[in-house]
T-cell receptor, first 113, second 111 residues
Framework: DSGVTQTPKHLITATGQRVTLRCSPRSGDLSVYWYQQSLDQGLQFLIQYYNGEERAKGNILERFSAQQFPDLHSELNLSSLELGDSALYFC????????????FGDGTRLSIL | GESVGLHLPTLSVQEGDNSIINCAYSNSASDYFIWYKQESGKGPQFIIDIRSNMDKRQGQRVTVLLNKTVKHLSLQIAATQPGDSAVYFCAESYNDYKLSFGAGTTVTVRA
């Protein structure tokens, strides 16, 4: 158990809809990262938050947004969903300080019908 | 043991043998590297990490080797067990934020 909790485990929805994925980092971790894992693209970095503020952006679509709340949990919002958004979405967290490994949750599997 | 000189997507290993998983990374400026293990239905699980100022690091049954000259990383697993069957990813990081992941190697342990 990594200590990172993601909910829900599975989401099934339709094209055009909006969903919210939730992540609780390990106790004490200030950094939260979101990744997308698909069969054709592998694991891709989306966005990072540190102590409530956006720190880095990767290959995140404009239809996607995220935030980190004062209690450090994070949410990833996906809107105007398309078939190609079907993937596993992982959250990771890391401790403060340089060269700290990221620890991953077990992901949310999003299926767009 | 079994080893792979170049990255291959799959590796079949006899139980009890040593296995070596290879990874080529892309950014010569990367200064931090991590190996992850991912089992079906689970997220990537941290195995071992290494900074660019080192060329070898050992953990419990695992060793990571880093060759910066050729941008190559390897993971050695000693006495491979059935529970080691999984997909293994190397990941690189520069300036300490996002991880860039390799394509992954599926390891299957034969009884």
């Amino acid at each position: 158990d990594s200590g990172v909790t993601q909910t829900p485990k599975h989401l099934i929805t339709a094209t055009g809809q909006r969903v919210t994925l939730r992540c609780s980092p390990r106790s004490g971790d200030l950094s939260v990262y979101w990744y997308q894992q698909s069969l054709d693209q592998g694991l891709q970095f989306l966005i990072q938050y540190y102590n409530g503020e956006e720190r880095a952006k990767g290959n995140i679509l404009e239809r996607f947004s995220a935030q980190q709340f004062p209690d450090l949990h994070s949410e990833l919002n996906l809107s105007s969903l398309e078939l190609g958004d079907s993937a596993l979405y992982f959250c990771a967290s890391s401790a403060q300080g340089a060269y700290q490994p990221q620890h991953f949750g077990d992901g949310t599997r999003l299926s767009i019908l | 043991g079994e080893s792979v000189g170049l990255h291959l997507p799959t590796l079949s290993v006899q139980e009890g043998d040593n296995s070596i998983i290879n990874c080529a990374y892309s950014n010569s400026a990367s200064d931090y590297f991590i190996w992850y293990k991912q089992e079906s239905g689970k997220g990537p699980q941290f195995i071992i990490d290494i900074r660019s100022n080192m060329d070898k690091r050992q953990g419990q049954r695992v060793t990571v080797l880093l060759n910066k000259t050729v941008k190559h990383l390897s993971l050695q697993i000693a006495a491979t067990q059935p529970g080691d069957s999984a997909v293994y990813f190397c990941a690189e990081s520069y300036n300490d934020y996002k991880l860039s992941f390799g394509a992954g190697t599926t390891v299957t342990v034969r009884a």
